[in-house]
């Protein structure tokens, strides 16, 4: 250690108390981290790139300092998705720290471990109140059925007005309007449900297709259908 003359010349001043770090809820306690591995945490981070052309939802479950699950999640941009295989197979096995000084391929992702890093190191975390934390795996609870992302899609234009396109139920094939032309339901097909019965169950694509339809509001009361995609 290098001390510039100005410091050589000072007189010694005793420090007082030692504090140490505040404590922090982490899985249900009050936790003091002084190392990596004292850190624990189940939570999730939002980030974007430059252009913000898509956006990232990043989810890990932290185990004395090591990621031990991750989830990533990627939307609006079509290379970002390639990116997340990437980064998926990168993240486990790494503690907190070292994830937060890889390059994890996109500037989405990459913001999304930036975010996520705060929460968990600051003990705001999903999981700050749970005693023993969440079990690795928790994460695939916030997919949809099938362990699809849950996605929404709506398309306005001031001209037309509204296009339901995909809701958290899954992909909107007809919208019900009634006789004002105001939406008051829409048909969907659970895309998840539907290859679920198709490829893990064998059942014939048209049978399948039938047992993933629903509606949703009052689409039988509609005074007219239309198909968002095309009208």
């Known amino acids: 250690m290098n001390y510039s003359h100005e410091v050589n010349e000072m007189c010694t001043v005793k420090k007082g108390p030692k504090h140490g770090p505040a404590a922090i809820p982490q899985e249900g306690k009050w936790t003091k981290a002084y190392e990596i591995k004292d850190i624990n945490g189940f939570s999730h981070g939002v980030g974007w790139c430059a252009p913000q052309q898509g956006a990232c939802k990043l989810t890990l479950n ?20 390639h990116s997340a295989a990437m980064a998926a197979e990168i993240l486990p096995g790494k ?24 929460q968990i190191v600051y003990g705001r975390t999903q999981s700050a109140f749970s005693e023993g934390g969440l079990v690795v795996g928790a994460s695939l609870e916030d997919l949809g059925k099938g362990l699809r992302s849950v996605t929404g899609t709506m398309f306005a234009t001031g001209a037309k007005g509204v296009r339901y396109l995909e809701m958290a139920e899954g992909y909107v094939v007809e919208m019900g309007l009634d006789e004002d032309g ?7 097909v659970k895309l998840g449900i539907m290859l679920e019965n198709i490829f893990q169950k064998g059942m014939a694509p048209d049978e399948a297709l039938k047992k993933a339809i629903g509606t949703y509001g009052r689409f039988a009361e509609a005074k007219k259908v239309i198909n968002p995609r095309k009208e």
């Open 62 to 81: 932290v185990k004395e300092g090591k990621i031990e699950e991750a989830l990533v999640e990627t939307i609006g941009c079509t290379g970002m998705t």
């Open 95 to 118: 503690t907190i720290l070292e994830a937060l000084n890889t390059d994890l391929v996109c500037d989405a992702i990459n913001v999304a471990m930036r975010e996520i890093f705060l």
């Open 182 to 188: 105001e939406v008051i339901g829409y048909k969907f």
